[in-house]
């Protein structure tokens, strides 16, 4: 189970485009059956409004060191062999990718979970900000906005993207 | 009185007007610090949605904090 991969450090934030194909590379592995791979992309359109743009903000120290025990888990939890993780920061256009997980694992079922439990566990997690630029010129912090000035119930604010 | 580095993000950057500041404070919990900070972030209840890191490590808001420490303030999170 334990891969022999020698990954550290397996989450990564970048400014940069991310860059797919090499990071598959690095997870290749004659021990694994299954390499399953997400990709989160800037969408048009959240909520009803027309997004034209994102920001990303990260606080970098406490992003990699939670995303690393995050794929340390999620590995042992699963069994599956070797993952990473990258998340942009900075500004996105539509299209661009903002979050590559990749995992390899002898069968396909580990692999399959443990994308899910790590694209899930970072999407909550990890102090990272994404703030939207609408089409009507207004823009706005996701999940933020509506924890305006009063106390409120902040139930509805898990974002369900 | 401790004084204190306090470090915004995001929303509570932008409605501070600043990423951080030396805070001198009386305040025991991270709670009573973010409570007297509410002029600065504009949360009255962070409970349930905002976080807060005790020197670059997750913390409780009922933890007490120590003269010196740095306090980060994490309004939601929106990672993907």
Redesign the interface.
Known sequence: MPADLNLLPRMAITAEAIDVASLREQLFDHAAGAFVSFEGWVRNENEGKSVTRLAYEVYRPLALSIGEQIIDQTLQHVGARAALAVHREGELELGGCAVWVGVVSKHRDEAFRATRQIIDRIKVELPIWKKEFYADGDSGWVNCERCAAHGHSHAELINPV | MKSVQVQY???F??RAGMSHERVETDATTLLELFNQL?HRH????PH????V?LN?V?AEWQQPFADGDTV?F???????
């Open positions: 993000f995001a929303l950057r932008e509410q504009g949360t009255a209840d349930g949605h905002c976080k890191a670059d997750m980060l994490f309004p939601p999170v929106a990672g993907g």
